[in-house]
């Protein structure tokens, strides 16, 4: 069965530090682009990182550019963000999801069942 | 504010036919395909339609999308009270670098 499971969400202050998990299981993990996507509480989806299989292509939303890393592990099944400088405004729940394509970005056609990441002082 | 435009709430009753539209540019749908997304009250999103129409193995043939120009649509026939739920088009972005979302319609079975 293939699986997302996300770990590491948790209650941090504002300009804490938080890394995020994805581990799989069930599919070839170094064959595919990864992502995070959030949702902020009553919110929508916002897309949050990419990387390609191999970490060659990295890509960042604007709202977390310079303060969030994401990351992979091919041999350990994982994928991770890590998470610094946060925000009230990073507040929300954090889904890893697979990219449908095993090239260029297609869609996202499985995802986690999310882990909560709440900021407040 | 989303790059991506949608209509914050669509309904209808079983058995209708209902469309939702999105609405974006020459740097995302206008250029690139569109996916639409499903998510449940409580859960996780799930991938509806991709490249514009074509749905993944289990999606039942209710659902469809389409696309021309800058914008797309998600159609849903027969609609069943279990296709209540939120519902999210995507597309990646050659300007940003990025995907992009709409920001959600809500769909309510009458």
């Known amino acids: 069965e293939v699986q997302l499971v996300e770990s590491g969400g948790g209650l941090v202050r504002p300009g804490g530090s938080l890394r995020l998990s994805c581990t799989v299981s069930?599919?070839?993990?170094?064959?595919?682009?990864m992502n995070w996507v959030r949702q902020a509480p009553g919110k929508g989806l916002e897309w949050v990182s990419t990387i390609s299989r191999n970490s060659d292509y990295i890509y960042y939303a604007d709202s977390v550019r310079g303060r969030f890393t994401i990351s992979r592990d091919n041999a350990k099944n994982s994928l991770y963000l890590q998470m610094n400088s946060l925000r009230v405004e990073d507040t929300a729940v954090y889904y890893c999801s697979r990219d449908l394509s095993l090239g260029p970005p297609v869609a996202f056609d499985i995802w986690g069942q999310g882990t909560m990441v709440t900021v407040s002082s | 504010q989303s790059v991506l435009t949608q209509p914050p709430s669509a309904s209808g009753t079983p058995g209708q036919r209902v469309t939702i539209s999105c609405s974006g540019g020459?740097?995302?749908?206008?250029?690139?395909?569109v996916n639409w997304y499903q998510q449940l009250p409580g859960t996780a999103p799930k991938l509806l339609i991709y490249s514009n129409d074509q749905r993944p193995s289990g999606v039942p043939d209710r659902f469809s999308g389409s696309k021309s120009g800058t914008s797309a649509s998600l159609a849903i026939s027969g609609l069943q009270s279990e296709d209540e739920a939120d519902y999210y088009c995507?597309?990646?972005?050659?300007?940003?670098?990025?995907?992009?979302f709409g920001g959600g319609t809500k769909l309510t079975v009458l």
């Open positions: 020459s740097s995302n749908i206008g250029i690139n395909t």
């Open positions: 995507a597309a990646w972005d050659d300007s940003l670098n990025g995907w992009v």
């Open positions: 069930g599919f070839t993990f170094s064959t595919y682009s």
